[in-house]
């Protein structure tokens, strides 16, 4: 059923009106606890792999039909789950401090655990795109590399102060790891103080096992924000949940606490070039990713603890394209120096000086004017998802995937089961 939501509905009312999905199907009786993490397999199978709590992993063909069920010796709760870019047949999911590597065609059992690849319990693990290294996120805020075969742990990454919660590997950039964290100080005195400075984003330069840069999203949401706060976010600091990375490399995204997701831009030399954010949620972000197989990279998919899932185009974002807003006028504007500049050279008379002054003025303004109509369309374009779902209960997870053809969103929540949501409107 198909549903439009307007611009009054109290949940997106600072939102223009746009499409919302209010039914998918649902993959039942995989799991017997919360379903936690999900992830999909870039084979020509293309299977789906979710964990959820006590151990259990199960595996889904594209027509949601249960392939395989594991319940992992320890029966602690699977907080990752990724299958290798290189190998379909190796999968990876985290628990406690260990990550365990499966095979989807014989799912009895762990091929190899690497155990202690944590300092503490791991909370999220990526594969880089040739499935030569896999990097796990902690609560002590180390981030690990292991290297693929063998799970050795060859980089050590320490900067955070608290929980690391989510890694990605840049796409195109085999030195550069992104990773997001909680790295929350306790002031005390006021409820609006527990959380203060900072809550970091790090891109890592693995050469040298450095930062490259770090930013601190309580920084970005005191300036854009100047502590308004919106219903159901009293207080809520920009805690840090999960990081995404555009196919090009060049744009995150991080899921926060405060409802937003957080946009960088990196430019060359892997320099942070521009940061912003949108409001996603009227409740913490909890997941975000980018959408690799539709028009261009910057299709964006988010979830949050207000039970919303909502897709995003970012193509004219300005955090994504800055040049859209100052492009035309900046190479109108030279054009308009080179006339003058030869003008000068032709035009002697007085007269003609002075006509040709009041043309520029009334060109000026008529660019100027363009930009702001430019400006405005682009606010308008940015300042809302192209579609929302009301899933209705809280995100745990998100899994962008082509099942049988069809562009969809797999979700995860509270409950036992899987719901899909298509996307072929789009």
């Not at 006590?54 to 299958?83: C, N, R, Y």
């Not at 942070?272 to 990713?289: F, P, R, Y």
């Not at 197989?293 to 909502?310: E, I, K, L």
């Not at 082509?402 to 969809?408: A, R, T, Y």
């Amino acid at each position: 059923m198909l549903k439009l939501m307007t611009a009054t509905d109290p949940c997106f009312s600072s939102y223009p009106t746009y499409l919302v999905v209010s039914m998918g199907s649902v993959w039942p009786e995989g799991h017997s606890s919360s379903i936690l993490c999900v992830g999909g397999s870039p084979g020509p199978e293309g299977l789906i792999a979710s964990g959820a709590e006590g151990g259990e992993v199960t595996l889904w063909t594209q027509e949601g039909a249960i392939v395989g069920h594991l319940v992992l010796p320890g029966q602690e709760d699977i907080t990752s789950a990724a299958f290798s870019p290189a190998d379909s047949a190796r999968l990876y999911v985290s628990h406690g401090d260990t990550v365990s590597v499966l095979d989807p065609r014989n799912l009895k059992g762990p091929v190899e655990n690497f155990q202690g690849a944590g300092e503490e319990e791991i909370n999220a693990l990526a594969l880089n795109e040739t499935g030569s290294a896999v990097a796990v996120a902690d609560d002590s805020g180390a981030v690990r590399i292991l290297e693929i075969p063998g799970g050795r742990v060859c980089r050590s990454l320490r900067r955070h102060t608290n929980i690391c919660s989510s890694v990605a590997f840049r796409p195109h950039r085999p030195n550069n790891l992104i990773s997001v964290g909680l790295d929350m100080q306790n002031r005390g005195f006021a409820l609006q103080y527990l959380f203060t400075l900072p809550f970091k984003v790090i891109l890592w330069g693995l050469q040298k096992t450095r930062p490259l840069w770090t930013l601190n999203l309580q920084d970005v949401a005191e300036e854009e924000d100047a502590h308004q706060q919106r219903p159901g976010q009293l207080f809520n600091p920009p805690l840090a949940h999960c990081v995404s990375v555009s196919s090009c490399g060049n744009i995150l995204g991080c899921a926060a606490e405060d409802g937003r997701v957080h946009l960088m831009r990196i430019g060359s030399g892997s320099k942070l070039e521009q940061q912003g954010a949108i409001k996603a949620h009227t409740q913490g972000a909890s997941q975000v990713h980018f959408i690799s197989f539709f028009s261009h990279p910057y299709w964006m998919v988010t979830g949050g603890n207000d039970g919303q899932v909502a897709l995003w185009d970012l193509g004219k974002h300005l955090v994504v394209a800055p040049e859209g807003k100052t492009g035309k006028t900046q190479a109108t504007a030279s054009q308009r120096r080179k006339g003058k500049s030869s003008g000068r050279r032709r035009e002697q008379a007085q007269d003609k000086s002075k006509k040709k002054a009041e043309r520029e003025e009334a060109e000026e303004d008529d660019d100027e004017a363009a930009a702001k109509e430019q400006e405005e369309s682009m606010e308008e374009e940015k300042s809302g998802p192209k579609m929302s779902i009301s899933h209705g209960d809280k995100v745990n997870w998100l899994c962008p995937a082509v099942l049988k053809g069809e562009p969809s969103i797999i979700v995860a929540d509270q409950s036992t089961n899987l719901t899909v949501y298509p996307l072929s409107q789009l």
